[in-house]
Each structure stands twice: as structure tokens, then as C-alpha cells.
């Protein structure tokens, strides 16, 4: 590698293929998939419709939403060796357990390593319809409540909610869960979704490539952030509290969950839809405690340094408010991106190079290799 070869950490700003799944204008603030503004998806559209969008690339007519719905309905439910598995694993991290349900997922999937389009397709409604499942079935069983039986009835997030919690969502819940689905379904280059990319460019299947998106997923600076951003307003309690207690975080050189991005420079539009979303969800349950930290904390982090919020910090408080358990709101970010994931992988099947760049090598060079019985003890050469 010559000395003038450019480094681009963590790839930032690196343009590493090409993809009409989504986009996202760090600048003016914009999210788009395959066309569409994701303001007017959130306000118009649905989580199964955003699927198609993203899967074929359009918009489908009402004959193929309501033939996807049904597919993604029926497809719902999990072989019971993946429930015999989830209960045998430990309750500590549903992000564990959903990597290793999906790995299971492929290992008894027959067509796993089959990676023509077609099974592709099938795969992604599949993988799709059981996130939801595993993520809502992997809590029941771990709190030793009965798993709840998907509803063919209810629509991806209702349904999510009905087997999560055994009783069915009213109107709001159902309607913000949904509008939470449709913004996390895809962001581009993001970590998990290049991770997924990167294993599937060697032709690995897709059950594996998602197992690698989950697991890329779960970190703190990534998806795991929403559920950092709710533990940080639990410490906080009020929002009194709230300038102080960032102004603390800072000068310890913490970082404040739930801020910041790689791309976006201004609000994340994902976030200003949410933070709607976490208000009216608080005023219409009377406990806007969380949506008011919320807020001061934002004012907070603004007003000491140039960061806007993300997408996971108002999902904290609207998925508290919706009764969702702090650790899961991780994997319910996955049952959302499992849409986006799956969308990128077709793409990168469809038109597959290996994703394998340089490091600049920083060891050392031509040492000789002394044989072991010649090699002096490591604390005489400390
Ligand atoms: N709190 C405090 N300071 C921050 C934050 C934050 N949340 N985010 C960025 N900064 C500061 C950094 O300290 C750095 O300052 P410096 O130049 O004075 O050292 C500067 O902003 C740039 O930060 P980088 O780490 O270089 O930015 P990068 O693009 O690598 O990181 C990231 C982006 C990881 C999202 C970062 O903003 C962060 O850690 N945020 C908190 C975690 C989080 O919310 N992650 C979720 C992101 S959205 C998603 O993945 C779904």
C-alpha cells in the first residue's frame, strides 16, 4: 500500500455499491425508499405495503398488497423446534436469541443455500412474517407465559402487539406501532444492512447474512441505542433533571445516546415523526413524563453541542409508552429492518460481487521465526 493511499474510517463517506432500495440526504434531511419520502409513507402507507415497495420496487396494486398480507400472514408461524429452542435459551438478550433463532430458521429451511431470486423472494416473506413471531414468542417464554398464537386477522403490527402482550391492540397502538415499522424499514448503507451485504457478497445464504445484521444490529451505536436512550431517561426521572445530568455526561466525554449520525447533519426526519408520535401516545395514555424528558433533553443536548436526535430516541418513549419491555426494543427494531435487510439482499444476489476491501498494514515486517525452545521467556524480556 504507497504512502499516499487514503483511509476512510469506519468508511465514512466511502459510496461502496449501488442501490435503489433507499436513500438518505444527510443535509436536507430526507429519507426516500425506492422514490417515496418517508413522511409521506409514515402518514399514507403501511408496514406491508412498505414491504412490497421495497422488495419489488414499487408500489403494488390492491390485489397484490392484499396477496402479500395474506403470504406474510400465513407464513407467520415458527416450526416448534425454533419455540422449543427459545425456551431453553437465557432470557438475558433477545438479540442473541433472534440470531440464534434465525441461524436455526436455516438450518431447517431445506432450500437455505438455494439463493436463486425466486427462493430469495420466498425467503424474505418468511423471514419477515417470523422476526415478529421469534421476538414476541422469545419474551412470553422467558417471563413462562404460553406463546400466543399469530392472528391471520390482524395486520404485521397489530399482530406483533397481539403476541407480545395476548391481548388485541386498540386503534393507536396498532396505528404507531405500524408508523414505527415503516420508518426503521431501511436506511441505506447502514452497519446491519452492509454487514448482511458483505456475507451475502460471498454467496453465503440468506439466513446467515441475517444472522450477521442482527448481531450488527445489537450494538450500542447502532440499534441498541434505543434502548440506552430509555435507560438514560429512567436515571434522568425529570425533566428538571435533564440539563444537568447531560451537561455531566459531556464533560465526562459520554456520549448521549439516541444523537448524533454518520449521514445526517440536521433532524433525522425518522425522529421528528416519532417525537409526534411519543407526545400524542403519551397525552392519549395521561403520562407524558417520558415524551417531557424527552423533550428537555433534546433542548439539552442542543443547546450544549450540534447534535440532533436519531431515530432511536424518540422510538424509546413511544415504545414505553406502547408497554414494550426496555430490552426488547432492539428486537423490535429488527422486526422493522428485517423488511429493509432482506430487500438489500436481493439486490446484492441479483448483481453479486465480493465485498472484500484493504487494510493498511501497521505489524511489523520480515522478522525471522525462532524455533520455541529457542525463544527467550516472555518476563525476561519485559
Ligand atoms: N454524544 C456526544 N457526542 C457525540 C455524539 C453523542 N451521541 N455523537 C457524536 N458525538 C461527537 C463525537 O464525540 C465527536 O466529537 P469530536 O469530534 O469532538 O471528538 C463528533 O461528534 C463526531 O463523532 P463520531 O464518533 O466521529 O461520529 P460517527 O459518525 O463515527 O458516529 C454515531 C455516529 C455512532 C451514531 C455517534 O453519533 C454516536 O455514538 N451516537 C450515539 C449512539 C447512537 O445514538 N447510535 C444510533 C445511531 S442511529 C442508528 O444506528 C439506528
Not at 213 to 242: D, F, W, Y
Request: aromatic letters at 8%.
Amino acid at each position: 500500500m504507497s504512502e499516499t493511499t487514503q483511509i476512510a474510517r469506519g468508511l465514512e463517506g466511502i459510496v461502496a455499491g449501488r442501490s435503489s432500495v433507499s436513500t438518505v440526504d444527510g443535509v436536507q434531511g430526507r429519507l426516500v425508499y425506492q422514490g417515496y419520502d418517508i413522511r409521506e409513507l409514515a402518514e399514507l402507507s403501511s408496514f406491508e405495503e412498505v414491504c412490497f415497495l421495497l422488495w419489488h420496487k414499487r408500489l403494488p396494486d390492491s390485489g397484490e398488497l392484499e396477496e402479500l398480507k395474506e403470504s406474510l400472514a400465513a407464513a407467520r408461524s415458527v416450526p416448534p423446534a425454533i419455540l422449543e429452542l427459545l425456551e431453553m435459551l437465557p432470557p438475558r438478550s433477545g438479540m442473541a436469541a433472534l440470531q440464534t433463532a434465525v441461524a436455526a430458521l436455516g438450518l431447517l429451511d431445506p432450500e437455505a443455500d438455494d439463493v436463486s431470486p425466486p427462493s430469495n423472494a420466498r425467503k424474505a416473506v418468511k423471514l419477515t412474517a417470523q422476526v415478529a413471531t421469534i421476538v414476541a414468542a422469545f419474551h412470553r417464554l422467558r417471563r413462562g407465559l404460553p406463546v400466543v398464537e399469530p392472528d391471520p386477522l390482524l395486520g404485521h403490527a397489530a399482530n406483533f402487539l397481539w403476541m407480545l402482550f395476548g391481548e388485541k391492540p386498540e386503534k393507536a397502538a396498532a396505528r404507531a406501532m405500524d408508523v414505527a415499522l415503516v420508518l426503521h424499514a431501511d436506511h441505506e448503507y447502514n452497519a446491519s444492512t452492509f454487514s448482511a451485504r458483505v456475507t451475502a457478497s460471498t454467496l453465503s445464504d440468506m439466513y446467515s447474512a441475517i444472522a450477521a445484521a442482527v448481531g450488527t444490529l445489537k450494538g450500542p451505536l447502532h440499534g441498541g441505542a434505543n434502548e440506552q436512550v430509555m435507560k438514560m431517561l429512567e436515571e434522568i426521572g425529570s425533566p428538571e433533571r435533564a440539563e444537568e445530568v447531560i451537561q455531566a455526561k459531556l464533560a465526562s466525554k459520554q456520549r448521549i445516546p439516541g444523537f448524533g449520525h454518520r449521514v445526517y447533519k440536521t433532524w433525522d426526519p425518522r425522529a421528528l415523526i416519532l417525537k409526534r408520535y411519543s407526545e400524542e401516545l403519551g397525552r392519549a395514555r395521561g403520562q407524558t413524563l417520558w415524551y417531557d424528558i424527552s423533550l428537555a433533553v433534546e433542548q439539552a443536548v442542543r443547546k450544549e453541542k450540534d447534535l440532533y436526535p436519531n431515530v432511536d430516541f424518540y422510538s424509546a418513549s413511544v415504545y414505553y409508552t406502547l408497554g414494550i419491555p426496555v430490552d426488547l426494543f432492539t428486537p423490535v427494531f429488527a422486526v422493522s429492518r428485517i423488511a429493509g435487510w432482506t430487500a438489500h439482499l436481493l439486490e446484492q444476489y441479483e448483481d453479486n460481487r465480493l465485498i472484500r476491501p484493504r487494510a493498511e498494514y501497521t505489524g511489523p515486517m520480515d522478522l525471522r521465526y525462532v524455533p520455541i525452545e529457542d525463544r527467550p521467556p516472555r518476563q525476561a524480556t519485559a
